[in-house]
């Protein structure tokens, strides 16, 4: 220590000193600080209109988990070695905007099918698909060379008015769940496919909904260019009251239970509600998007066969539902084709893959039901097509059984993939010991078909109508017998159509030109006993 | 300091700009998640307007803190005003420290014939005194005047410290902890503030001696900076800093003198007060005078080092908060209104928070399921923004450890203060 801690000081008093400020408003304090402020001030009310603007009335926590969850997603799915889209390349195509599609320039198809999804969710619930279920099923279509059309296409080509390529699909879901589009939308981005979302409008309606998508997230999904819409009703999709003890019902298929007035609905009723939903869902979304919605999926894959209370509620509605839009789908069933055909109808059919479908399960699915070149012979493996519309089959990959469940007295099936068959002879060997065993031709699907009834010492050539069956000929003839290994036919030529015993025409009639495949079917009127078993079945063309 | 040459400089200011860039830019980025955070908290509160409340006042009392404090200026030093000072520590038991804190007075660049030292052996039953007077000699030829006082008997820090101001013969008192130790420069900084005649009390900027023995220095550390350099010099800006503490304050004898007497026998709620006598004091001051902080002013104490007697002494920390906030509230409002907002805030704010988090962290998990990740996440970048600016401010030392062992405290440290409540009487966890 020395002298230098202790200069000299005057002494000062603090009483004559003058009073102190102990802040600092300088300009050159205050100005940066001003700066920061506006800035970050900026920055949280655009945040939030960013959010407003992607995620409307998302919850703000949700839509930031979503934005995140995409944009990994995104990046972990390029990156996914097992992604046939090649990884990387399709990243930077992402990024950059090019698109990923490759230029197949394989022959045009006769039928497109159609996909139906719900939700993707992350863990199995019994009913939705995973998302790593979902992203095998997406992975397998792209190897196997399916690529996504837009329901613009598909509508086009279901007038006839567009061709598309072999292995085009259209992929929907329906509810307009949030679920349906964040788990799936980078899939589709890196596999460069499109999919096509069926709003509920009361869903997008609900404020703060976590559930379904609001309506700047349609917007999103529309700008995008991955995403078209349809309807899928305003009201449909929730439990209506069908009677006064409160049992509740489909929107679509049931009169429902005016409370107020203490009666039921009545038809005209029925028919203007229905209407009403069906025209005021589809003016919203076009009015809210400025989009074409000319599609319909009715809720519950139900337009009337679910009905309770109104078994005329089917024939109403599809006339609705055929006055504001192009096409209605359902899901697929035991009794029709599964593939859609320009000119088949109003109703389209989608194929709802199963929760714990691997990609290799639905490939199988749709190979079965592609459409079928002439001339063709059957296998009867277990993935050719065969669709059991009612009895029980079984298909050993050499023969084809049918046999009626233990009430019933008779068992059909149907071959998919034939639809636009036509101008064949179908030939089958098959086996019975009792009643009739017919085969099927011109089959529109399973209510509407030809066939050729074979029983002991009789032909039957018959037509089955929305009317119900009718007997175009008959023919006795002592040569046809029950047994084993008979030979039966069918044979289709333009408005003549002939029933075949041993390679030969023992029947024949005219009836109006109408396509489709082929069909085996068995009848016996002691319950129960009905069985067929076909060992071979070609079909030539004629 | 070595002088550099103009390169080394630039160098080293380029090094400073990035280095302090990087974190600033996360600092505000912090504030910015927090102000969206809030937003987002704010609209799903509507329904209970007590928490969209809380919520809201927390978050411009904390912001708040930082915009004052960056607008608090420092006083400018007059050469020609240099008020003599009196060195007042009272010590018990304290022979491994007290010679280096009483050394230090010796040690300060300030005119030796202004300064007094007065040590108060209060009942020491080890070599403090010992230690007291051995110091004395060495420092003495450094002084105007040293003295020794020796009490056999333990009488308290409040008696020590009235004992100091009534024989000190010069103008300021500075109040020294016999665990902490004075810079140099630390006198004239306190000192400048008192040539304005409102001024009664300026306190110190006192820092963590041993902040590297671990983790819960470490997080004291932050503490300490982050309650002088923010939160008091956010109260400084209007002269109104709440608590001058006992380890480096200066007060104004001339204002202290007329209420010494209550202060020493202070009594509330039927018991003589034994501790929070630096609280107790500024009280007294700021009811008339102001009390301001000096970050300039810098000194060192040592803090617990385990966590029995780390919440032994929050908890004792937290009764003279009670007892004084309940003090100071019957006055505050007449001082300036931004201030006295502040302070009913922060009031509302401390007993508002345990049931703040009762709510969010038992009552809505237990109801709904839901984890409260919205209030830890809200918590943590809370603390965090604080340690950003430690980190800014001090250096990379071990910051972010310490606050997520801040985080973790927090859950105990909330809960202090219901129970201060509820112990508000008994006074065995007196200091000294």
């Known amino acids: 220590m020395g002298d230098h801690y202790h200069p000299r000081y005057p002494l000062g008093n603090p009483l004559t000193h003058k009073a102190m400020r102990h802040y600092d408003l300088s300009v050159n304090k205050v100005l940066p600080m001003a700066f920061l402020t506006v800035l970050l001030v900026a920055l949280v009310n655009s945040t939030f209109r960013i959010q407003r603007s992607n995620y409307g009335h998302t919850p703000f926590f949700k839509s930031v988990e979503y934005a995140a969850q995409e944009e990994l997603d995104f990046v972990r799915y390029s990156l996914d070695p097992k992604n046939p889209n090649k990884g990387v390349a399709s990243l930077f195509a992402a990024v950059f905007g090019m698109g990923a599609k490759e230029g197949t320039t394989t022959a045009e198809t006769s039928g497109v099918p159609v996909l139906a999804y719900h939700r993707v969710v992350d863990a199995p619930d ?83 909904s976590t559930y379904y998508l609001s309506k700047e997230e349609i917007q999103n999904m529309l700008e995008s260019g991955r995403w078209e819409i349809g309807s899928h009703s305003r009201n449909g999709h929730t439990p209506h009251t069908i009677n006064e003890t409160g049992d ?40 809210t998007f400025k989009v074409p919605v000319t599609t319909f999926a009715f809720p519950f894959g139900d337009s009337g066969e679910e009905t309770q209370n109104f078994p005329n509620s089917t024939r109403i509605v599809i006339e609705e539902a055929q006055k504001v839009y192009d ?125 050729c009834s074979y029983s002991d010492g009789m032909v039957r050539l018959q037509a089955q109508t929305a009317d119900g069956p009718v007997v175009l000929a008959k023919a006795s003839n002592e040569s046809i017998q029950d047994g084993a290994s008979r030979k039966i036919g069918i044979k289709t030529s333009g408005t003549t159509i002939s029933c075949l015993w041993n390679g030969a025409v023992v029947v024949s009639a005219t009836a109006p030109n109408q396509k489709g495949g082929v069909g085996i079917q068995v009848w016996n009127p002691k319950l129960g006993k009905a069985q067929v078993t076909v060992s071979s079945l070609v079909i030539t063309k004629n | ?137 060495e420092i003495r030829p450094y002084v105007r005047r040293v003295e020794v006082v020796n009490w056999t008997e333990n009488r308290g820090k409040r008696h020590g410290m009235a004992e100091g101001v009534i024989r000190a013969q010069n103008d300021i008192i500075i109040f020294i902890d016999s665990d902490s130790f004075i810079d140099a420069d630390c ?129 004792r920390w937290k009764k003279s908060w009670m007892r004084e906030t309940f003090i100071a509230s019957t006055f505050m409002w007449r001082k300036n209104p931004i201030a006295a907002f502040f302070f009913y805030s922060y009031v509302f704010l401390a007993f508002a928070s345990p049931i703040v988090f009762f709510r969010a962290v038992l009552w809505i998990p237990m109801a709904t399921g839901i984890p409260p990740m919205v209030y ?36 105990i440290l909330m809960w202090q203060l219901p129970w201060a409540i509820i112990t508000i009487r008994d006074t065995r966890w007196g200091t000294r």
């Open chain 1, 126 to 208: 019994g009913s939705n698909i995973t998302t790593e279920t979902f992203r095998d099923q997406m992975y397998a279509l792209k190897a196997a060379g399916w690529n996504t059309i837009t329901l613009k296409e598909f509508n086009g080509f279901i007038k006839g008015e567009k061709d598309v390529p072999e292995k085009s699909i259209l992929i929907t879901f329906d509810d307009g769940a949030k679920e349906s589009l964040y788990p799936v939308d980078p899939i589709f981005r890196t596999l460069g496919m499109n999919g096509v979302a069926y709003i509920i409008l009361n869903g997008m309606d609900t404020e703060g």
């Open chain 1, 248 to 287: 509740s019902g489909h929107f679509f298929s049931d009169k429902l239970w005016l409370a107020n007035e203490k009666r039921m609905e009545t038809e005209a009723e029925f028919r203007a509600r229905v209407a009403q939903d069906l025209a005021e869902s589809r003016s919203t979304l076009e009015e």
């Open chain 1, 327 to 451: 096409i209605g789908f359902l899901q697929a069933r035991r009794d029709e084709y599964t593939f859609n055909h320009p000119g088949r109808g109003f109703i389209a059919y989608r194929i709802e893959p199963g929760a714990e479908w691997s990609g290799e399960d639905l490939l199988a699915v749709l190979s079965s039901g592609s459409p079928k070149g002439l001339s063709y012979t059957a296998h009867f493996s277990p993935e050719e097509g065969w669709i059991p519309s009612w009895g029980s089959m079984s298909l050993s990959g050499k023969e084809l059984s049918l046999g009626s469940i233990p009430e019933a007295s008779s068992a059909s099936a149907i071959l998919n993939g034939a639809y636009d068959w036509d101008n064949y002879t179908a030939e089958a060997t098959a086996s019975w010991t009792d009643g009739n065993a017919l085969i099927l031709g011109d089959v529109t699907n399973s209510r509407l078909y030809r066939a």
């Open chain 2, 1 to 137: 300091m070595e002088k550099l040459t103009p390169l080394e400089q630039l160098k080293s200011t380029k090094e400073t700009y990035l280095g302090k860039g990087i974190p600033w830019f996360f600092f505000f980025v912090i504030i910015y998640l927090i102000l969206v955070l809030k937003a987002v908290t704010m609209k799903s509160l509507d329904n209970s307007p007590f928490f969209g409340f809380y919520s809201l006042l927390i978050t411009v009392y904390i912001l708040s803190r930082f915009l004052l404090a960056y607008f608090h200026k420092p006083a400018e030093s007059d050469p020609n005003y240099r008020p003599s000072v009196s060195f007042v520590v009272p010590a018990k038991n304290e022979e491994d420290n007290i010679a280096e804190t009483i050394r230090r007075f010796a040690n300060v660049n300030y005119p030796a014939d202004k300064i007094e030292v007065i040590a108060i052996n209060d009942g020491s039953t080890d070599n403090t005194l010992q230690e007291m007077e051995k110091v004395a000699e």
């Open chain 2, 187 to 315: 006198v004239t900084h306190l000192t400048k503030y008192f040539s304005d005649p409102r001024v009664g009390a300026v306190s110190g900027h006192t820092d963590v001696y041993n902040r590297d023995t671990n983790l819960l220095t470490q997080m004291q550390a932050i503490r300490y900076y982050i309650a002088f350099s923010v939160y008091k010099a956010a109260e400084s800006v209007f002269g109104n800093v709440t608590c001058c503490p006992g380890c480096c304050s200066a007060y104004r004898r001339e204002y202290v003198l007329p209420f010494l007497d209550k202060w020493l026998h202070q009594r509330f709620l039927g018991v003589e007060c034994t501790f929070g006598d630096d609280r107790s004091l500024t009280n007294f001051i700021i009811q008339d005078y102001e009390a301001v902080y000096s970050h300039e002013a810098k000194a060192y104490t040592v803090v617990p080092d385990n966590f029995r007697k780390y919440v032994k002494q929050q908890q």
């Open chain 2, 376 to 411: 830890f996440v809200g918590l943590f970048l809370m603390l965090f923004l604080h340690g950003l600016y430690y980190r800014i401010q001090v250096g990379p030392r071990a910051w972010f450890l310490a606050i997520v062992n801040f985080w973790f405290n927090t859950v």
